[in-house]
């Protein structure tokens, strides 16, 4: 069956970077598109972009262009996603999701989500 | 605030049917492109409900439904459960900001 774990949870400071990773498995890591979403306390999903596990190209929303980077190790299966500079207001669930590969992107399974919280 | 906008909240007896609206624009629904939902339960990851406008996956009951129309789409819930209690975010694509766009979600409570 289709699995996405995440990685566990962050604490960082304003001004840092963090890394979250997703582990992929029961299906071929390559064929599907993946995407990073996350929710914000109390407010909605946010998309952030998606990477290409078979090429590595990327695609991410304008709000964090320039601040993150997704990237994936094929050998494992794995997909990261890093977003610097953090603001308090990055504070959030972030979650990893698959595409389903339907003709427009729709996310048919996700990750268990990894809470990110940026204090000072 | 969201791209996509939906009723804060909604509410219905066990048993009855309620929808939830999702209401976008020319360069989103109006544009031709799919609607997508998905459930929030609490501490859950969200699950998909509906793909390409009215398309279950395997495993979510017909009571649940989608439609889509001009620049909005709904999603219909008959025959309410206690555990149909949770958020429902409607999603689609805006071609304005090239990516993928959620509405501001709707919480359906269960009376």
């Known amino acids: 069956q289709v699995q996405l774990v995440q990685s566990g949870a962050e604490v960082k400071k304003p001004g840092a970077s963090v890394k979250v990773s997703c582990k992929a498995s029961?299906?071929?890591?390559?064929?599907?598109?993946m995407h990073w979403v996350r929710q914000a306390p109390g407010q909605g999903l946010e998309w952030m972009g998606w990477?290409?596990?078979?090429?590595?190209?990327?695609n991410y929303a304008q709000k964090f262009q320039g601040r993150v980077t997704m990237t994936r190790d094929t050998s494992i299966t794995t997909a990261y996603m890093e977003l610097s500079r953090l603001r308090s207001d990055d504070t959030a669930m972030y979650y990893c999701?698959?595409?389903?590969?339907?003709?427009?992107?729709?996310?048919?399974?996700w990750g268990q989500g990894t809470l990110v919280t940026v204090s000072s | 605030q969201s791209v996509l906008t939906q009723p804060p909240s909604v509410s219905g007896a066990p048993g009855q049917r309620v929808t939830i609206s999702c209401t976008g624009s020319s360069s989103n629904i109006g544009a031709g492109y799919d609607v997508h939902w998905y459930q929030l339960l609490p501490g859950t990851a969200p699950k998909l409900l509906i793909f390409g406008n009215s398309n279950r996956p395997s495993g979510v009951p017909d009571r649940f439904s989608g439609s889509k129309s001009g620049t909005s789409a709904s999603l219909a819930i008959t025959g309410l459960q206690a555990e149909d209690e949770a958020d429902y975010y409607c999603q689609s694509y805006d071609s304005s900001l090239s990516g993928v766009v959620f509405g501001g979600g709707t919480k359906l409570t269960v009376l």
């Open positions: 999701a698959r595409d389903l590969g339907y003709s427009e992107t729709s996310f048919d399974y």
């Open positions: 029961g299906y071929t890591f390559s064929e599907s598109y």
């Open positions: 990477i290409n596990p078979n090429s590595g190209g990327t």
